[in-house]
């Protein structure tokens, strides 16, 4: 069966976004080719070395001055509470 | 401030997003300064919603008001072209890049709406759905986007050697 590696299937498979259908046919293709096999295991490393480099960025993100964030939670006083 | 159900919501809000909505911000407006006031505006706005509107897709919520609070931000310090053709992308200080690491050095290189979806994919951990409401793009769009971006990052790493920084 031809591998398509333009496909957007792909990337959506390794990151968990297709639907029960979608994903058992890719896991067919995986199963069946060792082409696919290669190609989405490249896919998972690419895309966990991004989530590694992007989500380590986030620590050292800037926060809210104390005065700004002192602000939003005097503000929260009245505030509406969400339904649980 | 009383510890009220009230508050709560707001302060699991803000432990939650408060800095992945800086970082989203800095990016569009590359000033800090001017991303803190985009931030806190945002949050004084969700103090005013009616939470059962927005507290199933609160994330989305957020990320939608931060992204049209510093387009209008841009716009109005004039440091911006139209939307469509706004850079987004580049944080201050990430230039340098003895301190970036190469998968850094390759999304700088990404086109502007790549960068955008992968940022909201990788670093804000939203979904395909979630990008898309954001981003006003199609679920597809924001598939293909992403798939054309990790394939790009991959075929970078595979052609040289990786080189990690920390």
């Known amino acids: 069966m031809n591998i398509h590696p333009d496909d957007p299937k792909w990337t959506a498979y390794v990151l968990g976004e297709l639907d029960a259908d979608e ?4 896991e067919r293709l ?3 080719s060792e082409e696919a096999r290669t190609l989405v295991e490249e896919l998972r490393v690419a895309a966990g070395m991004l989530r590694d480099e992007l989500a380590s960025q986030s620590g050292r993100a800037p926060a809210l001055l104390a005065e700004q964030r002192a602000g939003v939670l005097a503000a929260s006083a009245g505030a509406s509470a969400p339904a649980r | 401030m009383s510890d009220t159900p009230e508050s709560r919501w ?3 809000a803000l432990e939650l997003y408060e800095r992945p909505l ?3 911000a800095r990016w569009i407006v590359r000033d800090v300064e001017c991303a803190r006031e985009i931030v806190q ?3 004084l706005r969700l103090c005013r919603e009616n939470p059962a509107r927005i507290s199933e897709h609160l994330a989305q919520w957020l990320f939608t008001v931060c992204r049209n609070l510093a387009f209008d931000a841009r716009k109005k310090e004039g440091r911006m072209t139209p939307l469509g053709d706004a850079e987004i992308g580049v944080e201050p200080g990430l230039e340098d890049k003895q301190t970036v690491s190469q998968i850094l050095q390759i999304v700088q290189t990404l086109p502007k709406n790549q960068r955008e979806v992968l940022y909201l994919k990788f670093q804000c951990d ?3 759905k979630e990008i898309a409401e954001i981003t006003k793009l ?3 769009n924001v598939g293909f986007l992403i798939h054309t971006a990790v ?3 991959r075929r970078q790493l595979l052609s040289e050697p990786v080189r990690r920084t920390q």
Do not use: G, M, P, W
């Open chain 1, 30 to 32: 995986v199963e069946s």
């Open chain 1, 23 to 26: 994903r058992a046919e890719i």
């Open chain 2, 22 to 24: 800086l970082r989203y």
């Open chain 2, 138 to 140: 199609s679920v597809s």
């Open chain 2, 126 to 128: 939203l979904s395909y």
């Open chain 2, 151 to 153: 394939r790009a990052v």
């Open chain 2, 41 to 43: 505006e945002t949050f």
């Open chain 2, 10 to 12: 707001i302060v699991e």
